[in-house]
C-alpha cells in the first residue's frame, strides 16, 4: 500500500510563487509515475503534471507549462511541484497521484491541499 501526503499549499498574490511537496510511503517510488492534478470549486479534476520513474521525464498541461516544475528526490522519496507565475485561476485543491504503471489510471492519491492565487 502506498501514502501520499502532500504538503506546502496556502494563500499567495498573483505572480507569487508556492512550492508544493508530495511524501510517500511504501515500496518502490524510484520506479513509479508521480503525477499532480489539480479541482477547482464547481469544476472537474484535471492533469497538471507528472514526471516518470527511473527515467525522469517530466509533461505539463499546456496551461502550466513554462510556469510550473515538476520535479522528484528518490532519496526522499518526495515529488514537487514548483509553482511560479501564478495566477488566480491556479487556485484549487491539488492534490499528488502514483502509479507503477508509465500510463494508465492512477490508484494511489493524497489528501490534497489548498492553493489560493488572490488577484
Known amino acids: 500500500q502506498v501514502q501520499l501526503v502532500e504538503s506546502g499549499g496556502g494563500l499567495v498574490q498573483a505572480g507569487g510563487s508556492l512550492r508544493l511537496s508530495c511524501t510517500a510511503s511504501?515500496?518502490?517510488?524510484?520506479?513509479?509515475?508521480m503525477g499532480w492534478f489539480r479541482q477547482a470549486p464547481g469544476k472537474e479534476r484535471e492533469f497538471v503534471a507528472r514526471v516518470t520513474g527511473r527515467d525522469n521525464i517530466p509533461f505539463y498541461i499546456d496551461s502550466v507549462e513554462g510556469r510550473f516544475t515538476i520535479s522528484r528526490d528518490n532519496a526522499k522519496n518526495t515529488v514537487y511541484l514548483q509553482m511560479n507565475s501564478l495566477k488566480p485561476e491556479d487556485t484549487a485543491v491539488y492534490y499528488c497521484?502514483?502509479?507503477?504503471?508509465?500510463?494508465?489510471?492512477?490508484?494511489?492519491w493524497g489528501q490534497g491541499t489548498q492553493v489560493t492565487v488572490s488577484s
Open positions: 497521484a502514483a502509479r507503477s504503471t508509465p500510463s494508465g489510471d492512477y490508484p494511489y
Open positions: 511504501g515500496r518502490a517510488f524510484g520506479s513509479a509515475t
